[in-house]
């Protein structure tokens, strides 16, 4: 059965047509039926705010301009927050971004503080920064806990894996165990600490897998793990190319199923096993809890990003400039105007199944102008490469996989899963 549904998956099928995850989720807890979506919503929930565009690292895959350092006015980025969270009323939660957002601690406290204002009002604001974990020590961790922010820590692996891609900047002093010693701070003071890594090429060259890392991650106590593979912005040695797409596909399909497994049966799950891979967490989640389809980009933005002098962009990628940008916080009527007229045509490619449909597809203007736009070919939307689609596809493959496999005790699977995918 396990095969069958595989494969039809691969050959495009929609999931609302595979009884056998119909059954599954039947035993689920507030499962719905999986159909087709009938509409797309892109009003923001989220405003990242770009604190500073500085940093104290110097990581060998990032994608922002060494010489662009800077960083944003205290109380003019707590104005524009309050400008944007009040004509969109859909934003329900705050990053903190940069750079390295802890080097601006007076704009973290500032956004914070007028966030606190609406908080107060009844307005139900979640609060996150995203760090590399360097500069967590007692003051920054107090400020955290005042405010309720919960953190993502940029986690590598281990520490010679981490230390090796993401060297200090001004000096040579390896940072990895500053870094879960700032963890462990955070966590004693009740801070939430999630973590991302980034997987390069350069695991692959010295044989460490995705597993490999969610298991160094799994040691250091995270149950989910945000992991992303590094997408070429440029001619990096730790970038991946095009030829290691079918063996990164098959690392990350592994790591999903085997999540969906373990997150079935925790008893499974030893402590310091590897970290649940959060994309097919996520997708798992999507299953039991509301409509589905395989048709629709994975990679859209649904956020807004401020900028450090102001501006809006849709996506933190999009390369700052003002001809890129959705214009200030004073245009919240002509940006809303742009959104509904893309969640129609996002609704038109859901309901006409497309998949890969990047030429069409409501976001790539701002695409072209994204860091990571070599991923488009030849850095034009009208041939895009279908890497990304099929990335997403094998997260969904596995996760529906994993359902089925779990529900009916199929054990020969798993072996299957471990030597490539059924189709």
Not at 399 to 408: F, I, M, R
């Amino acid at each position: 059965m396990t095969e069958g549904v595989a494969r039809r998956i691969s050959a495009g099928a929609d999931l609302a047509t595979l009884p056998e995850l119909k059954q599954v989720l039947q035993g689920l807890p507030n499962a719905e039926a999986i159909v087709p979506s009938p509409s797309v919503h892109l009003m923001p929930t989220m405003l990242v705010v770009m604190a500073t565009r500085d940093c104290n690292l110097s990581c060998r895959y990032c994608y922002l301009p060494a010489a662009d350092n800077r960083g944003a006015d205290p109380k003019a980025s707590a104005q524009w927050v309050d400008r944007v969270l009040t004509d969109f009323p859909s934003i329900r939660f705050v990053k903190l971004f940069g750079g390295e957002p802890l080097l601006a601690v007076d704009v973290v406290r500032e956004v914070c503080a007028r966030i606190e204002k609406w908080r107060a009002n009844g307005r139900r604001l979640g609060i996150s920064i995203v760090t590399n974990g360097t500069l967590l020590d007692r003051k920054a961790v107090q400020i955290l806990s005042d405010h309720r922010i919960s953190i993502t820590v940029s986690l590598d692996g281990s520490a010679e894996i981490h230390d090796y891609l993401r060297p200090a900047a001004r000096s040579r002093v390896p940072q990895w165990t500053r870094i879960v010693d700032g963890i462990a701070l955070a966590r004693t003071a009740g801070v939430a600490v999630n973590v991302e890594a980034t997987y390069t090429r350069e695991h692959k060259a010295r044989g460490i897998s995705v597993l490999d890392v969610l298991s160094d991650l799994g040691r250091l106590g995270f149950e989910v793990a945000d992991l992303n593979p590094v997408m070429p912005t440029g001619e990096s040695s730790v970038h991946f190319r095009r030829e290691d797409w079918d063996e990164l596909i098959e690392d990350i399909f592994r790591a999903a199923y085997l999540s969906v497994l373990w997150r079935y049966d925790r008893s499974q799950r030893p402590p310091g096993a590897p970290a649940l891979l959060a994309a097919a967490i996520r997708r798992l989640d999507s299953l039991r809890q509301r409509a589905f389809t395989l048709h629709f980009c994975a990679w859209y933005p649904v956020s807004l990003t401020l900028d450090c002098d102001g501006l809006l962009y849709p996506c933190y990628a999009v390369e700052p400039s003002p001809q890129n940008s959705l214009g200030d916080a004073s245009l919240a009527t002509r940006i809303i105007d742009q959104i509904r007229a893309r969640e129609a045509v996002a609704t038109s490619l859901v309901c006409t199944k497309q998949k890969g449909a990047c030429s069409s597809c409501w976001n790539q203007p701002f695409c072209r102008q994204c860091v990571w736009r070599l991923n488009l070919e030849g850095g034009s939307p009208a041939h895009p490469p279908d890497h990304l689609c099929r990335l997403s596809q094998a997260i969904t493959e596995a996760v529906v996989l994993g359902c089925v496999d779990s529900s009916s005790g199929q054990a020969g699977t798993k072996q299957a899963v471990q030597e490539g995918r059924d189709d």
